[in-house]
């Protein structure tokens, strides 16, 4: 394609003062990307970059930093998918058995407690007079 001078403009001086034309680049997805940039700047949009942040970004740093995933080492975007995805359920496993573990010490401890509250109760509720 043979480059041409910018046709006589007002603006030309100032717009390209050393060269023939000045190339503006453009796409046809621009229309979208204002769309976007627009919902980004909204309120709702700012709300969403909050939560994404807070829920998901923690995961991935913690994936790169603690877990060695700072580079996959397979071939293709099928492959890295499929490494993402374990690495995730591998992250969500250790999460759920460490509250899993939680809920179970706190139900054992609560079951203690019931038993020895009931162990302690029950002869003081034989002899409670009905009214």
């Known amino acids: 394609m043979r480059k041409s001078p910018c046709p006589p403009c007002v603006l030309k001086e100032s717009c390209t003062p050393k060269s023939l034309f000045k190339r503006i680049f453009m796409t046809a997805y621009e229309d979208c990307y204002h769309r976007a940039y627009e919902r980004q700047l909204s309120r ?6 909050q939560v994404r942040q807070s829920t998901v970004e923690p995961f991935f740093g913690s994936l790169v930093h603690h877990y060695g995933l700072s580079k996959i080492n397979v071939l293709g975007k099928a492959a890295a998918h499929q490494v993402m ?3 995730a359920t591998c992250f969500n496993l ?3 058995l460490k509250t899993f573990k939680r809920k179970l010490a706190n139900s054992a401890a609560m079951d203690t407690m019931a038993h020895l509250t009931g162990a302690l109760f029950t002869p003081l509720i034989a002899f409670t ?3």
């Open 85 to 87: 995805l374990m690495a």
């Open 94 to 96: 250790k999460k759920y």
């Open 129 to 131: 007079p009905n009214f």
């Open 44 to 49: 709702r949009g700012k709300r969403m970059k």
